[in-house]
């Protein structure tokens, strides 16, 4: 019997599967081991479409995931999945995490302390400049900067991190095997060898209008906080501090001249309550201490950021069963450890936002701690 990440693994490739498809899985709650041995008829009574039910048992048969499993080690691809310890657990936080993160280069940057850093595609020489210098005070203080190897921002944020020795991540709209912008070949294998790549999309996913705006929501969710550098009032990086917000996650912007029309996208994001900021200080002073000892530890906001006042729950008779889960995970936890709930319990109890409080159930869900029962009501297993 394979392992359920291995599993994870080939559904998440599946032709037909997404995202929500995999979460609905898991929702049965099922043992993932199992789903190799089903029939196309049994995927049915789930409602897939008839040509995803007759694909997924050769999908999913060993020797398959297996074939797949060792071409990605003979191209030194590494792979984790949410089932993984090493799982970044800032990206628990986000709504919809990536069930899979396919990597080349330093997989250990992922627990660093990470920036975003996007902008326009065609920046001014105001814009170019001034990324270079943030990114060269963020590096001086051991922070990593994450960017989408597009043209422009991205490409020059990634440039000034590598020219300064720093530590860079690129999160691609691509497989890890396709380079694109392919003027950005260069690029890619300096951070290949001196940073990291990542993606969630497997081997061969060529470019398309879709992936890009699903990979910045994972430049969002790696990072403590994002940075627009320059972007006009349609520029997808603004696709970025949308999911940065919708994560409770900080928000920079850099004011431009208001006659341009690269400044339009910032000026607005100043006026919804981005961030100024001047000078890489401006952001490194909004996490003070915390650079020290956030390197690889979950960041908890404080209360007043979201996060719940745990002092009226009750603390558990039996911590250590609970000591491999992250802090929300062990909020949610005791919650229901005084008695089963229902979604909209748990959430006056914990004050988290619904999006955290979807991802943190998915996750203990996964964990096999929790169980979801009918009514949206939740019980420990």
């Known amino acids: ?27 049965q709650h099922v043992d993932l081991r199992e789903l190799p041995t089903w029939s196309a ?24 995931i297996r074939e797949k499993l060792a071409r990605y080690n003979n191209l030194d691809i590494e792979i984790i999945t949410m089932m993984d310890d090493t799982y970044p657990l800032l990206m628990k936080e986000i709504a919809q995490p990536p069930w899979v993160l396919y990597m080349r280069g330093n997989s250990t940057l992922l627990q660093s302390f990470c920036i975003g850093m996007v902008g326009t595609r065609v920046p001014t020489a105001y814009g170019r400049r001034v990324a270079e210098l943030l990114v060269q005070g963020l590096t001086a203080k051991g922070i990593t900067v994450v960017s989408g190897l597009a043209r422009g921002i991205d490409s020059t944020c990634h440039e000034a991190t590598l020219q300064a020795h720093g530590q860079t991540i690129a999160v691609l709209g691509t497989g890890v095997d396709v380079i694109y912008p392919p003027e950005n070949r260069l690029l890619y294998e300096r951070i290949r060898e001196n940073g990291l790549i990542v993606s969630e999309y497997p081997l061969g996913t060529r470019p398309s209008p879709g992936t890009f705006p699903q990979r910045n929501r994972i430049i969002a969710g790696l990072s403590h906080g994002s940075i627009v ?10 696709i970025t501090a949308d999911f940065a917000m919708e994560s409770n996650r900080d928000v920079f912007a850099v004011p431009g001249p208001i006659t341009s029309p690269k400044s339009k996208g910032t000026l607005s994001l100043l006026k919804q309550g981005a961030i100024m900021v001047t000078c890489a200080d401006d952001i490194i002073n909004e996490y003070d201490s915390r650079l020290e000892d956030l390197c690889d530890k979950t ?17 558990s008779g039996d911590l250590a069963n609970i000591s491999h889960l992250t802090e929300q995970e062990k909020t949610i936890y005791l919650i229901l450890e005084q008695g089963d709930a229902t979604i909209d319990e748990i959430q006056a109890k914990s004050n988290f936002d619904f999006g955290l409080l979807h991802t943190v159930l998915l996750s203990l869900i996964i964990k096999k701690q929790i169980s979801q029962c009918s009514g949206a009501v939740y019980t420990l297993i």
Request: net charge negative; hydrophobic share 35%.
């Open 1 to 27: 019997m394979m392992d359920e990440r291995h599993v994870l693994i080939g559904l998440h490739e599946a032709p037909g599967i997404g995202w929500k498809r995999i979460y609905g899985i898991l929702q």
């Open 41 to 64: 008829g049994r995927w049915r009574s789930l409602g897939m479409p008839e040509k995803v039910a007759q694909a997924l048992p050769h999908e999913l048969s060993e020797a398959v």
């Open 229 to 238: 550098v320059e972007a006009d009032e349609r520029s997808g990086s603004l």
């Open 299 to 315: 960041y908890v906001k404080q209360e007043d950021n979201g996060i719940a006042n745990t002092s009226n729950i009750p603390p």
